[in-house]
């Protein structure tokens, strides 16, 4: 682990687990509250390069990890190593390694980093002062959307990543052949062109194709506990035009939580919300943060 000490605390840039090193952007005044943030597919801690900035003017500390397949050096192979168990503890590893002497977290997720903050809030509430979803449901949610609405058209690419290596194969072919068409269509979701070349740039030239993907190919192993109710004060942002996430999901999610629970639509905003309304999301953060 690599460390700047001061006398608030210690900045770290990475942390150990299990011999896999991951990297982390860790920003903001030291000695305040910290917020864990938490990406998703196919992105890095970069989505947040945006929120951040406007959470530090606030007075926190954000921890962005580039979590399990995203770091260079913490690519375990196989599916199995993607489970949300593995993926839950690797946040608790960043919280230890960052020293804050058993103070809770806020943490805060965007799609699959979502699935990552709700499960970790649900089974882990000793360490999370407060969960933030953005975007994606509570899993039970999500899973009760998916064989109840159109939920399951808009997940087809789930069920096509769970075979092997193919997904790679598509997604490589789509990259040569077929770029400005999946811009486009990342464009059409909401995000910026040059986020949306960043990110699949990073996503075929990095070696995190495989790893990124093996998060969907590791869902047949999520152990149940991740159903769990979330006992922590709960903020759920979606957006009313997301093409991955229908309605019933987001209407669902209140089920599933038992403390004190927020939930908002931002109008006009597709799937990219950390990057397409970072100003909005900030605004209910200040609110939900200081309850």
């Known amino acids: 682990m690599t460390t700047e000490r ?42 947040w390069s945006l929120l951040a900035p406007m959470l530090h003017a606030s007075g926190y500390r954000t921890l962005a990890p580039d979590q399990r397949g995203y770091s260079p050096r913490a690519r375990p192979r196989g599916r199995f190593a993607y489970r949300l168990s593995e993926l839950a503890e690797d946040v608790l590893a960043l919280i230890e390694a960052a020293g804050l002497g058993g103070r809770k ?5 965007h799609d699959w980093g979502a699935t990552v903050a709700w499960t970790l ?21 999500f899973m009760r959307a998916l064989f109840t609405s159109r939920q399951l058209l808009l997940s087809w690419y789930m069920f096509l990543f769970q075979l092997p290596w193919l997904p790679e ?3 490589r072919r789509i990259c040569r052949s077929a770029r400005s068409r999946l811009i486009a269509g990342l464009v059409a979701g909401g995000q910026t062109e040059a986020n949306a070349v960043r990110d699949t740039d990073f996503l075929v030239s990095s070696g995190a194709l495989t790893p990124a993907v ?12 991740r159903l769990a109710r979330v006992p922590v004060p709960t903020l759920f942002i979606s957006s009313d035009q997301d093409p991955a996430l229908g309605r019933k999901g987001a209407e669902l999610t209140r089920r599933y939580v038992t403390g004190p629970y927020t939930f908002r639509t931002l109008t006009g905003v597709g799937h990219w919300i950390p990057e397409q309304a970072p100003a909005d999301v900030a605004e209910l953060l200040r609110d939900h943060l200081t309850r």
Not at 105 to 109: A, I, K, S, Y
Request: aromatic share 8%.
């Open 105 to 109: 977290v806020h943490v805060v997720g």
């Open 214 to 225: 093996n998060w969907y190919r590791g869902m047949p192993f999520n152990p149940p506990r």
């Open 169 to 171: 194969l598509v997604i």
């Open 121 to 141: 809030a649900a089974t882990r509430p000793d360490v999370v002062a407060t969960v933030t979803a953005l975007s994606v449901p509570h899993p039970a949610a």
């Open 6 to 47: 001061s006398l608030e605390g210690q900045r770290i840039t990475s942390f150990e687990r299990d011999g896999l090193i991951f990297d982390v952007a860790d920003q903001g005044p030291l000695d305040r509250d910290v917020v864990v943030l938490l990406h998703g597919f196919p992105q890095t801690s970069r989505s």
